[in-house]
């Protein structure tokens, strides 16, 4: 069974930066999209960037130009490296992981990991 492991959340503060990573196991990793969400306290979960399987990226308004996603597909990781945290930022970040790009984008992936918690303090 495929699974997403989630590390790298921590506490942080303000203007500090976090690099996420999203282990998968199997083999699927190099032919899968892959993204991370992110449900802040009493927020529904928001989509914070997503990559193709062939390097198409994409990323939400709020995190443009302070977050990068990037895979590793001969580690199998996908990485999301935060910088200018700000307490908006505070949130439990998922990982997903599908074949079908729009399903990453929608929010419809068949893979989720457990979750990660960043916390920054102002």
């Known amino acids: 069974q495929v699974q997403l492991v989630e590390s790298g959340g921590g506490l942080v503060q303000a203007g500090g930066s976090l690099r996420l990573s999203c282990a998968a196991s199997?083999?699927?990793?190099?032919?899968?999209?892959m993204g991370w969400y992110r449900q802040a306290p009493g927020k529904q979960r928001d989509v914070v960037a997503t990559?193709?399987?062939?390097?198409?990226?994409k990323y939400s308004d709020s995190v443009k130009g302070r977050f990068t996603i990037s895979r590793e597909n001969a580690k199998n990781t996908v990485y999301l490296q935060m910088n200018s945290l700000t307490s908006e930022d505070t949130a439990v970040y998922y990982c997903?992981?599908?074949?079908?790009?729009?399903?990453?984008?929608?929010?419809?992936?068949?893979?989720w990991g457990q979750g990660t918690q960043v916390a920054v303090s102002s």
């Open positions: 997903v992981a599908d074949e079908d790009l729009v399903r990453v984008i929608v929010g419809g992936a068949r893979l």
């Open positions: 199997g083999s699927i990793f190099s032919t899968n999209a």
């Open positions: 990559i193709s399987s062939g390097g198409y990226i």
